[in-house]
């Protein structure tokens, strides 16, 4: 007599086969779900330190934007030969303002801790009429701080 309840193998090996799909495709769901957290972080960190960057810049534009009617007005209320050093003179009511050389002024914007806006003016000392009062020499974002190279990390280096 056989055993009516006995399954045939087939069944086996695809049910096999099916556990081992299902398993795979929640290891791929479970990657993806890891990789966009991941995305989503630094799109998170990147936004910020754009918003920095960006409000760094308007702070530096409006700064620009005093010094440059400061610089106006001192031009014509000056005569030619002593403007620079007019301008060095009503400069100095505002922060940060510092000068390089009698023909440059420059000046900082903390980004955030790690990161300054570097500006530098370098102004024109013949002016007519229809010209800036200055060329941007440099706009540049630099580094606050110096960086340390990290050597924790054991390497092997051949010593013995």
Known sequence: ???????????????????FVILCLLTFAVLSLVSANADYKLVKKNSAHTHEVYEAENSANELMDKIDSILKSTYQSSDS????KQVQQNLT????????????IAYEI???????????L???SEIKKGD???QIETWKLINAQTWEADDTLPVYTGDN
Do not use: T
């Not at 007599?1 to 556990?19: A, F, R, T």
């Not at 903390?110 to 530098?120: A, G």
């Open 1 to 19: 007599m056989k055993d009516k309840h006995q399954l045939p193998i087939g069944i086996g090996i695809s049910s096999i086969l099916l556990i």
């Open 81 to 84: 030969s002593d403007y620079l």
């Open 93 to 104: 009511s505002l922060d940060g303002i510092s000068f390089p050389s009698k023909d440059q």
């Open 110 to 120: 903390k980004v955030n801790e790690h990161q300054i806006l570097q500006v530098v």
């Open 122 to 124: 370098l102004l024109n």
């Open 132 to 134: 800036s009062f200055y």
